[in-house]
C-alpha cells in the first residue's frame, strides 16, 4: 500500500527566512507520481509541482525549489525568503497506478505541514 | 466561469435531511474525484469517475451516493448522515491519463451535520 507521511505538523518562521516541508513517502511500484499542493485559508487546493519517479532533477520554480531523492524515498520543499502570502497548509500526495489509454486514479496525501508565515 | 466550481459551499443539515453537493468542471476533464478532508487527517478519496464511469469506491458508506451524468458535472447525494461526516468535500478533475495529470480542485464544500 502506499502511504505519504509529512512528520511536521506546524512549522512556524519569520519572513525572510528559508523553510523546508519534509515528505517521505511509501510505495512498491517502479512507477510513480509525487506531487505538492498548497491550501490557502479559502480552502482550494492549488497545484505546485508533479514529479515523475523517472526524473530525480531537483527543480527551481522563483522561491520554489523541490529536493527529490528515491534513495531516502523523499521529495522536499524549501521555500526561500519566506512571505506572510506563503502561509498555508501544503500537502505533498502520491499517485501509484498509471493507466495508459485511459482511467484515472485519486491521490494518496500526507496529513499536511501547516506554514506560518510570521512579518 | 473557469477551472472547477462547488457548489454550496457552505451546508448545514440534519441527521435526516438529504441533499447533494454540485460540482462543475471547465477544463475539458474526462476524470472526476471526491475527496473528504476531516480536520486532522489526510484528505480521503471518496470516488473517481472516468468518463462518466465510476472507477474507485474507496469503501466509501452508501449513505454517499455519486453521480456523474456528464464528463463536466459530479454530484454527491447525501443521506442519512452522521456527525462524523462533518467535513471539507473536495471536488477535482483531471485528464483522463491516470496519474500522469495533476488535478484540479475546487473551492470545496464545508459540511457540517447536526
Known amino acids: 500500500a502506499q502511504k505519504v507521511t509529512q512528520a511536521q505538523t506546524e512549522i512556524s518562521v519569520v519572513e525572510k527566512e528559508d523553510v523546508t516541508l519534509d515528505c517521505v513517502y511509501e510505495?512498491?511500484?517502479?512507477?510513480?507520481?509525487l506531487f505538492w499542493y498548497k491550501q490557502p485559508p479559502s480552502g482550494e487546493l492549488v497545484f505546485l509541482i508533479r514529479?515523475?519517479?523517472?526524473?530525480?532533477q531537483n527543480e527551481i520554480s522563483g522561491r520554489y525549489s523541490w529536493n527529490f531523492q528515491k534513495s531516502t524515498s523523499s521529495f522536499n520543499f524549501t521555500i526561500t525568503a519566506s512571505q506572510v502570502v506563503d502561509s498555508a497548509v501544503y500537502f505533498c500526495a502520491l499517485s501509484e497506478r498509471v493507466y495508459s489509454g485511459g482511467g484515472a486514479d485519486g491521490l494518496t496525501f500526507g496529513k499536511g505541514t501547516h506554514l506560518i508565515i510570521q512579518p | 466561469e473557469t477551472g472547477v466550481t462547488q457548489t454550496p459551499r457552505h451546508l448545514v443539515m440534519g441527521m435526516t435531511n438529504k441533499k447533494s453537493l454540485k460540482c462543475e468542471q471547465h477544463l475539458g476533464h474526462n476524470a472526476m474525484y471526491w475527496y473528504k478532508q476531516s480536520a486532522k487527517k489526510p484528505l480521503e478519496l471518496m470516488f473517481v469517475?472516468?468518463?462518466?464511469?465510476?472507477?474507485e469506491n474507496n469503501s466509501v458508506p452508501s449513505r454517499f451516493s455519486p453521480e456523474c451524468p456528464n464528463s463536466s458535472h459530479l454530484f454527491l447525494h447525501l443521506h442519512t448522515l452522521q456527525p462524523e461526516d462533518s467535513a471539507l468535500y473536495l471536488c477535482?478533475?483531471?485528464?483522463?491519463?491516470?496519474?500522469?495529470?495533476?488535478?484540479?480542485f475546487g473551492p470545496g464544500t464545508r459540511l457540517t451535520v447536526l
Open positions: 469517475y472516468s468518463l462518466e464511469e465510476r472507477v
Open positions: 477535482a478533475s483531471s485528464q483522463d491519463s491516470g496519474s500522469l495529470g495533476e488535478q484540479f
Open positions: 510505495t512498491r511500484d517502479t512507477t510513480y507520481y
Open positions: 514529479r515523475n519517479s523517472f526524473d530525480e
